[in-house]
Nanobody
Framework: QVQLAESGGGLVQAGGSLRLSCAASERTFSTYAMGWFRQAPGKERELLAAISGNSKIILYANSVKGRFTISRDNAENILNLQMSSLKPEDTAVYYC????????????????WGQGTQVTVSP
């Protein structure tokens, strides 16, 4: 099974930008849909963005649409999340996860998770 590892989190001021990356362990990475989730303390984990294995389907939650961009580089087994216009309410632990392509819009379909990376947005 693929293993995932997020990086790129940190502290940023409101209005700033941050780029998260997720490195996958296997070349079969390209066969999975990939998603970015976040979870703030006391809140449920939220699916923010998803991308199909061939990048032909991309979905965003309303809370991040227009501010965040998901992309992938299958040759390098890397998933990215470019975040801009960050708000304090974006503060959370951010996770990448893998799902079958048929389930990219279903949070319950994501079966493999990274360890998470903290994003903190100061006011």
């Amino acid at each position: 099974q693929v293993q995932l590892a997020e990086s790129g989190g940190g502290l940023v001021q409101a209005g700033g930008s941050l780029r998260l990356s997720c490195a996958a362990s296997e070349r079969t990475f390209s066969t999975y849909a990939m998603g970015w989730f976040r979870q703030a303390p006391g809140k449920e984990r939220e699916l923010l963005a998803a991308i199909s294995g061939n990048s032909k389907i991309i979905l965003y939650a309303n809370s991040v649409k227009g501010r965040f961009t998901i992309s992938r580089d299958n040759a390098e087994n890397i998933l990215n999340l470019q975040m801009s216009s960050l708000k304090p309410e974006d503060t959370a632990v951010y996770y990448c996860a893998a799902a079958p392509n048929s389930g990219l819009n279903d949070p319950k379909a994501y079966h493999t998770w990274g360890q998470g990376t903290q994003v903190t947005v100061s006011p």
